[in-house]
């Protein structure tokens, strides 16, 4: 793994693990966090730990290539329905 995805895993763990803590001191303080925010932090915690520790296999190569397509096609999926969200809008 090179020190550019190192980096970017470590820092993906600190921001998800930094913001499911700020998430439990919300709720307890009587915030509405709905609990799909909390499940998604911290399945993103297992998937940064799990991409930071598993050795540069073709396996992993193919299974990093699937998720960065499947992240891609959901953003552009979300750009299409904030488009169409704001065409009705107005």
Same mark, same amino acid.
């Given at each position: 793994?090179?020190? @550019? /995805? =190192?980096?970017?895993?470590? %820092?993906? !763990?600190? &921001? &998800?693990?930094?913001? =499911? *803590?700020?998430?439990?001191?919300?709720?307890?303080?009587?915030?509405?966090? /709905?609990? $799909? $925010?909390?499940?998604?932090? &911290? !399945?993103?915690?297992?998937?940064?730990? *799990?991409?930071?520790?598993?050795?540069?296999?073709?396996?992993? /190569? *193919?299974?990093? *290539?699937?998720? =960065?397509?499947?992240? !891609?096609?959901? @953003? #552009? %999926?979300?750009? @299409?329905?904030?488009?169409? #969200? $704001?065409?009705? #809008?107005?």
């Amino acid at each position: 793994m090179s020190w @550019v /995805k =190192a980096f970017f895993q470590v %820092w993906l !763990l600190y &921001y &998800y693990i930094s913001l =499911a *803590l700020r998430e439990h001191i919300l709720k307890v303080n009587g915030s509405l966090i /709905k609990w $799909w $925010w909390i499940i998604h932090h &911290y !399945l993103s915690i297992g998937v940064s730990l *799990l991409l930071l520790t598993w050795p540069g296999t073709p396996s992993n /190569k *193919l299974f990093t *290539l699937q998720l =960065a397509i499947c992240v !891609l096609s959901q @953003v #552009r %999926w979300v750009d @299409v329905g904030e488009s169409c #969200r $704001w065409q009705y #809008r107005s």
